[in-house]
């Protein structure tokens, strides 16, 4: 691949080798559980590390590994996993690096799913979440410990819509000697690449903007390979996979020891829609964001919108790391703004004629959600303050349609009101 060419090029031809498909632009679905091996030898060798032969499909699959290179080359990372879900890379980023009795730093405005994976499953196994303000750099600072093993964040916090400098959280991760992971699900690595700005992982969930079109579930965990795992904090642990695999030994150890185990894979026809998705994903993506600027814009003219969080509008508190960070691109296309209460909301929803009323975002289409009454539904009071969801904040995942038609359909539905 010529590293000079554009991202707008590269997201297309990462990975993609027509000679060895007989011709074909995409790479076949390789639909197998396992593979035959010629010799018992060659199977030893598969096994022993000695050949990247493919062996089983919860272990590897040649379609999946076609979109593992193609991430990894467009996050600037050394190496990738994909896997099932987002949810599955995180919670494999996750363990690999924690043992029971460790302590993380994780950002507070993260996807509802990711909390209660950090606040209450870890908790169990006696791991705990030390939960701050990603914008604070004091409160990350004073947050670690001898006990911390990372720091997490999200690159757009979902649904808080704050943006953290992820070069100064690096610093401090550095400082101490633990790798900085961040989901950069939201902006994608069109907008941003937290590994240029001295993250060490990154994690998606595919199922967003990646695949695009909301038909395929997938994450993937991004190798940056530059961390020291011979540092006091990890050698120990990460000896065998340091010799293993020299600057892949992180995504060695999520692989050797929890992928495959946990058997967290990726279906590879989903691996398939995903790269037909990322062919397109640097037009949508600039279609999402300026229509998304436009949307927001609306949304904060209309004198029944209460408020709007979006990083795009001048009066956000993060505008200058968000430009900063996503180099002028754009700002997202997620938009929490609030109405009246709850059932203003639910009129709204009702109200709507183009926009879709689901749980899922990053899709071509625009899409509303009601936080509190969905996804946060079983949350104690408390917590749902904590996390910024309120009973009047409404979530849009703002499409590629017109935006001419984006914005009427959300004028009619607040004018009925
Ligand atoms: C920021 C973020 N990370 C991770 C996930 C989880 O992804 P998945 O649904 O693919 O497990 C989501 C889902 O909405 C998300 O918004």
């Not at 896997?83 to 919670?91: L, Y």
């Not at 642990?237 to 946990?262: C, Q, S, T």
Request: glycine content about 6%; charged content about 25%.
């Amino acid at each position: 691949m010529n590293r000079k060419w554009r991202f707008e090029t590269r997201v297309i031809h990462e990975g993609i080798h027509p000679e060895r498909w007989e011709g074909a632009t995409l790479p076949p679905i390789y639909q197998t559980a396992s593979h035959r091996h010629p010799t018992a030898e060659s199977l030893r060798d598969a096994f022993g590390g000695r050949s990247a032969d493919h062996i089983y499909l919860r272990l590897t699959n040649p379609t999946n590994r076609v979109l593992e290179e193609k991430l990894a080359a467009l996050e600037g990372g050394a190496g990738a996993v994909v896997t099932s879900s987002g949810m599955a890379a995180i919670t494999n980023a996750c363990l690999a690096l924690l043992r029971s009795g460790d302590e993380f730093v994780a950002g507070n405005s993260l996807f509802m799913s990711t909390y209660i994976l950090f606040a209450h499953v870890f908790k169990k196994y006696g791991i705990t979440a030390r939960f701050v303000e990603p914008t604070d750099l004091e409160a990350i600072r004073k947050a670690v410990n001898e006990r911390t093993r990372f720091i997490f964040v999200e690159t757009i916090g979902n649904p808080k819509m704050d943006v953290p400098d992820l070069a100064a959280i690096a610093e401090i991760a550095h400082a101490n000697g633990i790798p900085l992971l961040v989901d950069n699900t939201l902006a994608t690595p069109y907008l941003c690449r937290p590994l240029e700005l001295g993250a060490d992982v990154v994690i998606h969930s595919t199922t967003k903007y990646l695949s695009g079109h909301g038909c395929a579930t997938g994450g993937v965990i991004i190798d940056g390979g530059r961390f020291d795992w011979m540092n006091s904090k990890f050698a120990e642990e990460f000896k065998p996979f340091v010799d293993r695999k020299g600057p892949l030994a992180y995504l060695d150890k999520v692989w050797r020891e929890h992928h495959i185990n946990f058997g967290t894979t990726q279906s590879p026809f989903h691996a398939y829609l995903t790269m037909i998705g990322l062919d397109t994903l640097a037009v949508r993506m600039e279609r999402h964001l300026s229509n998304a600027m436009e949307v927001a814009r609306f949304l904060a003219e209309h004198p029944r919108v209460k408020w709007v969080r979006y990083p795009g509008l001048p009066d956000h508190p993060d505008r200058e790391v968000a430009e900063r960070q996503f180099r002028e691109k754009g700002f997202g296309a997620l938009i929490a703004f609030g109405l009246k209460d709850q059932e203003t909301c639910f009129r709204f929803i009702q109200n709507l004629r183009l926009i879709f009323n689901l749980a899922n975002l990053g899709d071509c289409k625009t899409l509303i959600i009601h936080p509190y009454s969905s996804q946060y539904l079983s949350f104690p009071e408390e917590t749902r303050r904590y996390l910024s969801i309120t009973p009047d904040l409404l979530r849009l995942s703002v499409g590629i349609e017109a935006v001419e038609d984006i914005c009427e359909d959300l004028r009619q539905a607040l004018d009925r009101l």
